[in-house]
């Protein structure tokens, strides 16, 4: 094994004993490694050497090349920014696990039309990205819209699964010793929904590598880690 690969592989085995520290026994989260801007190889290390099998992507055309070279038992998340006249690209993939953006009734129905479109077999797990923290430069939805969206996509979109619920949250901070408020937001958005919803059960796609031990301890189930795995990125211009 190269360096390279080997650090890869210690990395991801790292943050899996880190995640079992702090996750309430009897519960299973699954780890997205963030894949954007690293090349291929990197996503082959990772699944040969240490059995990961979620990847998440930013980026449309760059998650549908990765798809066609790697292994097709690679549970694809992707967590970019959707555009409507990409929603075909992207439910074509077969292996994608689940889009984690869906900002909007709109989206989700464009989504919707897609899977149609494409003859998508299996439907496609989306989560509801919420701006728990009310930052401008953030997307997502106001909290305030959890529970109408989640019902538009159960009432609406037939070729859509509600998966689960999904915040970025405000970088650093200030926790004042207590819980992220935007890990208590999201949580209260699942709270939410699943008293509208009977019977629903939503997924908290919250934390990345500076906090995903903390979320973790909020109830996250899926935390998306990149730069603690695959090391830093090129900063975007
Ligand atoms: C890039 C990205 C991540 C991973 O961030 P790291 O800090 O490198 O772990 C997680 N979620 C989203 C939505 C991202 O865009």
Known sequence: ?????????????????????????GQQPTLVAVSKYKPAEDILAAYEGAEQKH???????????????????IAWHF???????KCKVVAAIPNLYAV???????????????????????ALNVF???????EESKS???????????KHIVENCPKLTLYGLMTI????RDTNGGENPDFVCLRECKAK???????SSMQLSMGMSADYEDALRSGSTNIRVGSTIFGSRPVKQ
């Open 140 to 150: 997502g939805a106001d909290p305030e819209s959890c529970v109408e969206i989640a």
């Open 79 to 85: 967590i970019g920014n959707l555009q409507s006249n």
């Open 128 to 134: 509801v990205q919420l701006n728990t923290s009310g």
């Open 1 to 25: 094994m190269t360096d390279r690969r080997a650090d890869i592989v210690a990395n991801i085995q790292e943050v899996r004993q880190r995640m079992q520290k702090v996750t309430p026994s």
């Open 55 to 73: 990847f998440g992507e930013n980026y449309v055309q760059e998650m549908v090349e990765k798809s066609e070279k790697l292994p097709r038992d």
């Open 169 to 172: 949250g405000a970088p650093d």
């Open 100 to 122: 984690e953006t869906i900002e909007s009734a709109k989206k989700a129905d464009a989504l919707n039309k897609a899977c149609v479109q494409v003859s998508r077999e299996n």
């Open 193 to 199: 929904v699943e008293e509208a919803i009977p019977g």
